[in-house]
């Protein structure tokens, strides 16, 4: 009686585990049913958005510019009827900052589910760089915007001595002294953080004796690039000072570090010392 209890006992328990390799092989299959529909699914949908769906129908510019919207398309090189998806926005960009001049900086943007929006940030004129008795005109970051021009631009500061490597348009003009370019950028940035109006140029060919054009009148000598936040400041305190420096004021201005600035005036040599 025993051996056919256990017999019986063995053959439900094989029974039962036959069921439940079935359970588990009739699951995997579902799991692999399921697994297979979700990829051939989701490759479908890959499919159709890069060759049906997402048609660019909508090109929208935005930021003030020159050049008018038809133009600035034209050479994003972006066409409607394009995939939304597809398209190289990157070289859309760079596109944009090659063949225009006066666009400082871009970003395109899709927006689903069919439209391009391209955001143009116009390039604001900083100096006029003098070479060889031309004129080219720079952005903050010193690119050239326009070149070879016979007269400066009256409302920009004219920058001397830069000794540039290539004044090539649409480029950044770099000097054959590398540390010109950051000296020329911070300094035009101190003098308009300062509201210092009324410097007509800057005389950078020994950067050792930098020397300010104020009003074609007096000229500031600043030595180095050396505490030049300081020198700006106390220089703006001393032309407000109209003690000093009247509205008929001609002469030079010469700044010594932390130890004091001179005020030299041309007509009779008279020299004032005003320290800290």
Avoid: H, W
Avoid at 100 to 112: A, G, M
């Amino acid at each position: 009686m025993k051996d056919v209890a256990n017999s019986k006992r063995k053959a439900n328990s094989n029974t039962s585990q036959q069921g439940t390799r079935k359970k588990r092989r009739r699951k995997k299959n579902f799991s692999l049913y399921y697994i297979t529909c979700f990829l051939a699914i989701s490759c479908a949908l890959t499919i159709l958005s890069l060759t049906v769906f997402f048609k660019i129908n909508k090109i929208t510019v935005t930021g003030s510019s020159k050049y008018s919207q038809e133009e600035i398309i034209f050479n994003s090189g972006i066409q409607s009827g394009e995939n939304l998806i597809r398209t190289n926005t990157q070289k859309a960009e760079e596109m944009l900052l090659t063949n225009l001049v006066d666009i400082e900086s871009v970003k395109i943007v899709r927006k689903l589910p069919s439209e391009i929006i391209i955001e143009v940030t116009p390039v604001v004129p900083y100096a006029v760089l003098q070479v060889e008795g031309l004129y080219y005109v720079v952005d903050k970051n010193l690119k050239i915007i326009e070149d070879k021009l016979s007269q400066p631009l009256s409302d920009l500061v004219v920058i001397n001595g830069f000794e540039p490597e290539s004044c090539q348009l649409n480029t950044v003009a770099t000097s054959a002294d590398e540390q010109k370019g950051g000296i020329v950028t911070q300094l035009i940035a101190l003098i308009n953080e300062s509201g210092i109006s009324g410097i007509k140029s800057i005389d950078i060919t020994d950067r050792l004796n930098i020397v300010l054009n104020y009003q074609e009148r007096i000229s500031i000598e600043i030595g180095s690039s050396i505490d030049m936040d300081y020198k700006i400041k106390f220089i703006k305190n001393v032309l407000e000072d109209k003690e000093n420096i009247t509205d008929d004021f001609t002469g030079r201005i010469i700044v010594r570090g932390n130890n004091g600035i001179s005020v030299i005036r041309e007509e009779n040599c008279l020299q004032n010392s005003l320290n800290n």
